[in-house]
């Protein structure tokens, strides 16, 4: 399996790339706890072409999209954190505000081919990487794998659903 990990900018082509992506995403994670018509119209506000590339272009965040035989396949966009849980105040902390793989393509190998490219270009610069995501994510076992502790439950908007915080402090 040909497995590529790549930086992506605000082109029509990552941005693209980006909304197939996060279609797949959203619709996997509340097409099961909302109708269809306040989904839809939550995607079409959410995939806003105008505001992807004002925040692709914002230089406190990175983009990487996961391909698998050169089709995407995940993506996780990394921020410069200030908005952050209260026990990080004073901490220069990383936001991994999504961390998402198509589930077709969610296997080890993938999941460490994200993972790595993202510790790759943050281990040095941060005391902390945080991650706020829905608690049924398929994901949140490989984040404690990875080191991260769940630190609080929540609850994430736009349709109220149980998340969870995770913390992983950088050694």
């Known amino acids: 399996m040909d497995i590529e990990v790549k930086f992506t900018i605000g082109s029509e082509e990552g941005i693209g790339q980006l909304f197939f992506l996060q279609n797949a995403q959203i619709r996997g994670q509340y097409e099961d706890v909302t109708d269809s018509g306040q989904l839809d119209l939550y995607i079409k506000e959410k995939l806003n ?31 410069n954190s200030f908005e952050r849980p209260e026990v990080l105040e004073g901490k220069r902390v990383i936001n991994y ?6 589930p077709e393509y969610n296997n080890p190998e993938t999941r460490q081919a994200l993972w790595k490219k993202c510790v790759s270009i943050t281990r040095t610069f ?34 109220d659903q149980p998340s969870v915080v995770l913390i992983k402090y950088n050694q």
């Not at 505000?97 to 198509?102: C, R, T």
């Not at 941060?126 to 404690?144: C, G, H, K, N, R």
Request: net charge negative; glycine share 2%.
């Open 49 to 79: 072409h105008r505001n992807v590339i004002n925040d692709l272009n914002d230089l406190s965040t990175q983009l990487l999209v996961l391909f698998v035989e050169s089709k995407p396949a995940g993506y996780t966009i990394i921020r």
């Open 97 to 102: 505000s999504s961390f998402y793989i198509l």
């Open 126 to 159: 941060d005391e902390a990487y945080w991650i706020e995501t829905l608690q049924s994510d398929p994901l949140v076992p490989f984040f404690e794998e990875c080191g991260f502790t769940i630190h609080e439950q929540s609850v994430m908007e736009p349709f």
